[in-house]
Each structure stands twice: as structure tokens, then as C-alpha cells.
């Protein structure tokens, strides 16, 4: 069947012109350039460079790491448009194996936004609307504009003359300093330089650039913080989307966030929890990674018993759990086991039923709060 490109390509030639209007503010506007006029030309050609037929999940990957840096410079209608068009490449892959679970996002930390169709764009520049927001007030002709900004600037000479006129006149009887000094005094001090995170320059080696960023992509894993880590790995990949370096922090990313959803399903945080799994989810289909081990996770939790934890000093929430089966974890890491009674001032009132000859027979225990280190209640 013969595919329509045309919408798609018109679409990424007006993001490739403003990356070329842009790069003057960053330098990795050029690099995406470069990138959108590659896979402009496969899209054209309708094949790889190699003659194969054109792969269009594999040219969907390369347009995430532009979408992601597009939104992280705050371009975020340029980056919807983007991952739309990567969306559409996608859904036109003919041996796409089906997804495990819905669309993902439009990019790894945000939520998905709804497709805009290609003919609703036409003419439409995204850029030009956000920076001219940026502009002057609404309803105010620019000529009272410039009228208002002269007379500010000639009130402000007039006040300078004022202010200087009286120390010039106390000072007639010194000597005025050498003409090198006079001139001097007319230059500002330069700024005391301050530390600057290492700024990369599009004439680094490809090589050297893929490398520096991956490592801090890597670096900011290990701090913790996935969304940074993301950042870095998408400018990384505008060298090489493929390069193993990439594949591996990338599943590094997927497996770390996977770990924090089991994290938070330990403490009783569900919501949470999926949120990580969805973002695992979202970074695995960016790099076409797979997505069982996330799968996995959430059909885990899904068949696990819901409860949500509650600390000892939090007796408005232990009475409000009255009759609720509970586990009392103390902090010697014993346990005990029971339903929520109530509390008796320093003391967590505990039903517990112990079994006795042939029947079960239920009593109050009493335990220390200061003895408990958490309460782990289940729903009904």
C-alpha cells in the first residue's frame, strides 16, 4: 500500500527551519537540525541509505531525543508536534509487534497528549507563538511605547547631571588623575566568574560528545534523578541512537524506575508505583527496548494484597481503621497479627484470635506504640 508522506515530511521541514533560526540560542539545535535533514531525506527516498526498505519505528527513535529537547528548552507545542509525527511512524511500521499495554506518552516524564491531525498545522509555527507571548502588552500601540522609553531615558540623563553636578564642583581642587586612569574608570569591572556545569560545543568529536554525555546521563542515574539522567541520554542520542553505550543506560533507566515502583508498592504508595511503571514503559518504546520487565512488575502488583502502611504516632488514622485486619511491625522486627481495636493512650488496642482445642478464641492485646515501628493495614 502506497503511503502518504507528504503531511509528515512538510510537518519536520518547518521544525528543521527552526532549529536553523535557533541555533544561534543553544548548541544543540544544530545537531537536531542535522538529524531532521537525515531522516527528511530517508522519508523522501522512501528507503535507508543502504537500499533496505525504510524502517519506520527505527526513524520514530531518532525523532525522540529532538522531541525531548525541543520540550526541555520549554518548546513544548514543537515537542507535541514531534512526537505526533513519531507516533504516526510507529502505526505505519507493517511487522510492529503488538503493544503489551496503551500508546505511551509523548515523551518519557510527560503524559501523552492527543494526536493533532497534519492538515490542522499547516502555516503553523509553534516557536514564533511562544516567544511572541513574550511580547508588549496587549492594546498598546508601540510607537506610545517608544515615545514613553525616550522620555524615561532623558529624565533619567537630566537626574544623572543633577546628581553628579555638586561632587564634580567640591572636587575642582584636585587634580584630575591621568587619562588612562580617567578612561579606567569608565569600564565596568568584569563579573567574578562563577563555576558553569562543562557546556558542550557542536564541534566536539562525535565521539567524545556521545561519550560525555552518556556519562553524565549515567552520573545522574546514580544520583537518583531519572529525569536528568533522560535529558543527557536524549543528547547523547542525537549522535547515535544506536550506539550500545545509549541501549545500555537506557535500560539502566528502565530497570532503575522499575526498582522504585517496587519500592513504593513496599510502602503502600499503588498510584505512585504505577506512575514508575509507566515511565519505564514510556523510556523502553523510546529506544525499543522491551517492555516485559515492566509488564512484569505491574502484573506482580496486581496480584498482591493492598494495604497501606501507618505510623504509630498517626492514632486519628489507626482509629479510623477500627475492625481492619492489621500487621504490627515492631521495631525489635518481630510481628503480630491481628484486626485494629483501637488505642488506649500510649497503647495500640489489637484483636487477635488464637486458636484453642478445636475452636478459635479472640482477645485484646495491648502493645506499646513506642514499640511499633509500623502498622501495615489491609482492605477489606
Known amino acids: 500500500m502506497q503511503v502518504n508522506l507528504d503531511p509528515l515530511i512538510a510537518r519536520l521541514r518547518e521544525i528543521q527551519r527552526k532549529c536553523g533560526s535557533m541555533g544561534s540560542r543553544n548548541e544543540e539545535f544544530p545537531l537536531m537540525e542535522e538529524r531532521l535533514g537525515s531522516i527528511i531525506g530517508r522519508l523522501e527516498a522512501g528507503e535507508e541509505p543502504s537500499g533496505e526498505p525504510l524502517r519506520y519505528r527505527a526513524v520514530a527513535r531518532e525523532l525522540f531525543p529532538v522531541a525531548h529537547l525541543f520540550e526541555s528548552y520549554g518548546f513544548m507545542t514543537v515537542g507535541k508536534e514531534i512526537a505526533h509525527v513519531e507516533r504516526s511512524l510507529r502505526d505505519l511500521e507493517p511487522d510492529a509487534p503488538p503493544e503489551l499495554t496503551s500508546a505511551a506518552p509523548s515523551s518519557p516524564l510527560t503524559p501523552a497528549e492527543p ?11 509553534a516557536t514564533r507563538e511562544e516567544v511572541e507571548e513574550e511580547g508588549s502588552p496587549a492594546g498598546v500601540p508601540r510607537p506610545v511605547i517608544v515615545g514613553l522609553l525616550v522620555l524615561l531615558a532623558a529624565i533619567a540623563i537630566v537626574v544623572a547631571l543633577v546628581i553628579l553636578r555638586e561632587p564634580v564642583r567640591r572636587q575642582r581642587s584636585i587634580p584630575a588623575p591621568p587619562a588612562s586612569a580617567r578612561v579606567a574608570a569608565t569600564i565596568p569591572p568584569a563579573a567574578e566568574a562563577t563555576p558553569s556545569p562543562v557546556r558542550r560545543t557542536t564541534t566536539m568529536n562525535p565521539a567524545a560528545r556521545l561519550a560525555e554525555e552518556v556519562g553524565l546521563a549515567r552520573l545522574a542515574l546514580n544520583a537518583g534523578d531519572t529525569e536528568v539522567a533522560v535529558d543527557h541520554l536524549s543528547r547523547a542520542a542525537l549522535v547515535n541512537v544506536n550506539d550500545a553505550s545509549v541501549l545500555e543506560t537506557a535500560q539502566r533507566i528502565v530497570d532503575s524506575l522499575i526498582g522504585a515502583a517496587n519500592r513504593a508498592v513496599d510502602r503502600g504508595e499503588w498510584g505512585l508505583a504505577e506512575e514508575y511503571l509507566e515511565r519505564a514503559q514510556s523510556v523502553a518504546r523510546r529506544f525499543s527496548l522491551s517492555i516485559n ?21 498517626d492514632t486519628r488514622a489507626i482509629l479510623a481503621a477500627a475492625g481492619e485486619r492489621v500487621l504490627v511491625r515492631l521495631l525489635n522486627g518481630s510481628s503480630r497479627e491481628g484486626h485494629v481495636h483501637g488505642v488506649d493512650g500510649s497503647h495500640l488496642l489489637l484483636d487477635v484470635d488464637s486458636k484453642v482445642g478445636g475452636g478459635t478464641v479472640r482477645y485484646t492485646d495491648s502493645v506499646p506504640l513506642a514499640e511499633i515501628r509500623d502498622l501495615k493495614v489491609y482492605e477489606k
Open 115 to 125: 494526536a493533532v491531525a497534519p492538515e490542522d498545522l499547516g502555516g503553523h509555527d
Open 293 to 313: 520487565k515492566a509488564e512484569s512488575a505491574r502484573r506482580r502488583h496486581a496480584a498482591m494484597e493492598r494495604f497501606r502502611l501507618l505510623a504509630p504516632d
